[in-house]
Structure formats: structure tokens, C-alpha cells
């Protein structure tokens, strides 16, 4: 522009002709990105369906074109943000499309935490091949994305089997004998008062009665989320991932799950598991304490798990009051080695797996693994 008001001002026909050729770049660019700009339509289809922390998903676009000429290439920006983290933006080069062309573009969606991501909003973006000119619209809105905690697949409890499955046998006497199951031959050490006379009447050798021996039929996880009960935020971190795992690893084995935290949160029936993960994965720490904690109505053997810092937190001494012969109470202390006869160390991760493992007499666990039908 200065060019061409000098060239006008003092007769210099060079500088008169530069000018007029910016200015009629400029028309020429904006003419460009306005007739040229795509009319473009857009989807996302974010995959895998339950995303976790630690692993890297994928996010699919997909793309249609609705106008009426073949649009220019273009670029495609989609912020990607969370909370606590510096923002990034995915940029993707979409070439050239015809009147209804149907394309798709993608990016990938690294998860190190668990939490709330926030996909957009997703802007097309059209420049003229100088570069002088830029249109932007945008063309799909803000979409979250939920990364549930890290969870491990446990082996839950067997009657018998390591130091928790012990003491749940001797619990499981003092409730009494299950339903009859039927007669055996006497051995030496028998109790004589399970002898069945009538039917040793009938027989050559006495004979006892069987009864089923019921395991552990339903599980509740306590999570403490005051912070004043962990030393760090690491540890807090620590007794969501174990809470996340004892959860998830009952409903898979069968057991009547249940979860408890602070803010009144009381999560039970079939989805559970599901839930609760939502729950963990937003959950920040709360400094209200944990209420009385009732003991589950349900039937049979049941454990009670609280995920707290240590023994000193008001968490522990909120589950030590419970009193129930049906439950076993069993502590989960991020902070320290755990100092109860049952109790679970989670001062790492691999310590808390092995540590349950010990406390369950099992040698191996299974891979890390997450419940179905968990959706963003």
C-alpha cells in the first residue's frame, strides 16, 4: 500500500505497479479462500472405547465435503487440553476434495493420567497458496474423554488358601455349617457329633455329614480421599490405582461389589465397576471425612477394604469401630509397610500387587485388565 501511494505521490511508475500488484494479491487471497474454503462436516470416533492411564488411544475424524466446487487443501486444528497441563494442538494436512468426498484424518491420544481430556473445538483452516490470506470455522464442538486409573486383575480370596483365606475359614465355622451336602465314609479326627446315625445304621461303616463351606460373597472398597491422610499426591495416586483394581477384580470374580468414599458416594448393583472408575477418574482430594461406615446387608462371608495413607488416618480408625462376624477387615496403606496381620503395603504399585498376592497365597497374577461397558 505504501508502495502505491508513493509511486502515485512522486510519478514512480516501478513502485506504482509493485503496490497495485500487493493490493490486488491481497483481493486475489481472500477472494481465493472465500470461494475456495470447504464446506466441511466432521465426526470423532475415539478408540480404544475404555481408555486408560498409561496407554495411547487413537482419535479418528471423519471427514465430508458438502460444497459445491473442489475445495483447496486444508488444514484441521483440534486442541487437546486437561487439567493441571499445558495444552497442545493436533494439526492435520487434508488434501484437496471433490463435491461429496468422504475422507478421514487422525491423531494420537496419549493418556499418562487418569482424568478429564478435552478434545476442541475442531477448526478447519484454509490459506491461499501465498499464504497472504487465512479463513477458520469451526466445525465440531468441545468432546471429553474420560482416562480411567490404571487397574490390576487380582485373585480374589479362597477358604483355606494363605493368610486371608485362614481367617475366613475360621470365620466361616463360627457362622456355622453351610447347606447338607451329603455323607462321607468316618475318618480318624472327625468330629463325632457329624456322625449320622440312621444312615450308619444302614451301612457297614459310620458315616458323617457333608456340609458346603460358603466363601467370600461380596466386597466392599473404602477409598480414603481426605489428604491430610497421604504424605504426598503420589500416594494418593497410588491408593486410587489399588482402589480402582480391588474393585474391579470382585466384580469380575463373582462378588457383590461395592464403593465407598467421601462426599456421601455409596456405589453398588451391577455397575458397580463401571462407576466407580468413572468416579476415580475425576475424583481430587476431599477433605470431608468419611462417615459411619454401615456394614453391607448382604448375605455370607464379606470383606471390608479401606485404601487409606496410614494407620494414623481417621479413615482407619472409621473402620476399626465397624463390628461384624461376617466381615474381615482388611487395610491397604499407601504411605507405609501395612503393620496389621491383614493388610496389604502399597508403597509402589508392584508392592501392592505382590502384597495382595502374599496375603491370598497365590504365585502369579493376571495382566492388567479393565471391566467392559465402561464409556466416556
Given at each position: 500500500?505504501?508502495?502505491?501511494?508513493v509511486?502515485?505521490?512522486?510519478?514512480?511508475?516501478?513502485?506504482?505497479?509493485?503496490?497495485?500488484?500487493?493490493?490486488?494479491?491481497?483481493?486475489?487471497?481472500?477472494?481465493?479462500?472465500?470461494?475456495?474454503?470447504?464446506?466441511?462436516?466432521?465426526?470423532r470416533?475415539?478408540?480404544?472405547?475404555?481408555?486408560?492411564?498409561?496407554?495411547?488411544?487413537?482419535?479418528?475424524?471423519?471427514?465430508?465435503?458438502?460444497?459445491?466446487?473442489?475445495?483447496?487443501?486444508?488444514?484441521?486444528?483440534?486442541?487437546?487440553?486437561?487439567?493441571?497441563?499445558?495444552?497442545?494442538v493436533?494439526?492435520?494436512?487434508?488434501?484437496?476434495?471433490?463435491?461429496?468426498?468422504?475422507?478421514?484424518?487422525?491423531?494420537?491420544?496419549?493418556?499418562?493420567?487418569?482424568?478429564?481430556?478435552?478434545l476442541?473445538?475442531?477448526?478447519?483452516?484454509?490459506?491461499?497458496?501465498?499464504?497472504?490470506?487465512?479463513?477458520?470455522?469451526?466445525?465440531?464442538?468441545?468432546?471429553?474423554?474420560?482416562?480411567?486409573?490404571?487397574?490390576?486383575?487380582?485373585?480374589?480370596?479362597?477358604?483355606?488358601?494363605?493368610?486371608?483365606?485362614?481367617?475366613?475359614?475360621?470365620?466361616?465355622?463360627?457362622?456355622?455349617?453351610?447347606?447338607?451336602?451329603?455323607?462321607r465314609?468316618y475318618?480318624?479326627?472327625?468330629?463325632?457329633?457329624?456322625?449320622?446315625?440312621?444312615?450308619?445304621?444302614?451301612?457297614?461303616?459310620l458315616?458323617?455329614?457333608?456340609?458346603?463351606?460358603?466363601?467370600?460373597?461380596?466386597?466392599t472398597?473404602?477409598?480414603?480421599?481426605?489428604?491430610?491422610?497421604?504424605?504426598?499426591?503420589?500416594?494418593?495416586?497410588?491408593?486410587?490405582?489399588?482402589?480402582?483394581?480391588?474393585?474391579?477384580?470382585?466384580?469380575?470374580?463373582?462378588?457383590?461389589?461395592?464403593?465407598?468414599?467421601?462426599?456421601?458416594?455409596?456405589?453398588?448393583?451391577?455397575?458397580?465397576?463401571?462407576?466407580t472408575?468413572?468416579?476415580?477418574?475425576?475424583?481430587?482430594?476431599?477433605?470431608?471425612?468419611?462417615?459411619?461406615?454401615?456394614?453391607?446387608?448382604?448375605?455370607?462371608?464379606?470383606?471390608?477394604?479401606?485404601?487409606?495413607?496410614?494407620?494414623?488416618?481417621?479413615?482407619?480408625?472409621?473402620?476399626?469401630?465397624?463390628?461384624?462376624?461376617?466381615?474381615?477387615?482388611?487395610?491397604?496403606?499407601?504411605?507405609?509397610?501395612?503393620?496389621?496381620?491383614?493388610?496389604?503395603?502399597?508403597?509402589?504399585?508392584?508392592?501392592?500387587?505382590?502384597?495382595?498376592?502374599g496375603?491370598?497365597?497365590?504365585?502369579?497374577?493376571?495382566?492388567?485388565?479393565?471391566?467392559?461397558?465402561?464409556?466416556?
Amino acid at each position: 500500500m505504501i508502495a502505491l501511494v508513493v509511486g502515485r505521490v512522486f510519478g514512480v511508475i516501478e513502485l506504482f505497479i509493485i503496490g497495485s500488484a500487493f493490493v490486488a494479491a491481497v483481493v486475489l487471497a481472500i477472494v481465493f479462500v472465500r470461494v475456495r474454503r470447504p464446506n466441511i462436516s466432521a465426526s470423532r470416533w475415539v478408540h480404544p472405547t475404555v481408555l486408560v492411564a498409561g496407554d495411547t488411544g487413537r482419535v479418528d475424524l471423519r471427514l465430508e465435503h458438502h460444497g459445491r466446487v473442489r475445495s483447496t487443501g486444508f488444514e484441521l486444528a483440534e486442541r487437546v487440553s486437561r487439567a493441571n497441563a499445558t495444552d497442545h494442538v493436533a494439526r492435520l494436512s487434508i488434501a484437496p476434495l471433490s463435491r461429496g468426498t468422504r475422507s478421514s484424518a487422525g491423531y494420537q491420544l496419549p493418556t499418562t493420567a487418569r482424568g478429564i481430556v478435552r478434545l476442541g473445538p475442531l477448526v478447519v483452516e484454509t490459506r491461499d497458496p501465498l499464504g497472504i490470506a487465512r479463513s477458520t470455522r469451526t466445525i465440531a464442538d468441545i468432546d471429553t474423554v474420560t482416562v480411567a486409573p490404571k487397574t490390576f486383575l487380582l485373585d480374589m480370596p479362597v477358604l483355606g488358601q494363605g493368610a486371608l483365606g485362614r481367617q475366613l475359614v475360621v470365620q466361616a465355622r463360627r457362622l456355622g455349617p453351610g447347606e447338607f451336602h451329603g455323607l462321607r465314609t468316618y475318618v480318624d479326627g472327625d468330629e463325632p457329633r457329624s456322625i449320622d446315625w440312621k444312615a450308619s445304621a444302614r451301612s457297614e461303616n459310620l458315616l458323617v455329614k457333608e456340609y458346603t463351606v460358603e466363601g467370600v460373597r461380596r466386597c466392599t472398597v473404602v477409598f480414603d480421599a481426605d489428604p491430610s491422610s497421604y504424605l504426598d499426591v503420589d500416594g494418593f495416586e497410588r491408593g486410587i490405582t489399588a482402589a480402582a483394581s480391588l474393585v474391579h477384580s470382585a466384580e469380575q470374580a463373582g462378588l457383590t461389589a461395592r464403593f465407598v468414599t467421601a462426599g456421601g458416594i455409596d456405589l453398588r448393583g451391577p455397575e458397580t465397576g463401571a462407576n466407580t472408575l468413572r468416579v476415580l477418574a475425576r475424583i481430587e482430594p476431599d477433605g470431608s471425612k468419611l462417615g459411619l461406615l454401615d456394614r453391607d446387608p448382604g448375605e455370607g462371608l464379606g470383606l471390608m477394604i479401606l485404601v487409606t495413607g496410614s494407620h494414623r488416618s481417621q479413615g482407619w480408625s472409621a473402620i476399626q469401630a465397624i463390628v461384624d462376624p461376617t466381615l474381615t477387615v482388611i487395610g491397604v496403606t499407601t504411605d507405609e509397610r501395612s503393620k496389621a496381620n491383614i493388610g496389604v503395603s502399597c508403597r509402589t504399585e508392584d508392592e501392592f500387587v505382590d502384597s495382595w498376592r502374599g496375603l491370598n497365597g497365590t504365585s502369579s497374577t493376571r495382566p492388567v485388565g479393565m471391566p467392559a461397558g465402561v464409556r466416556r
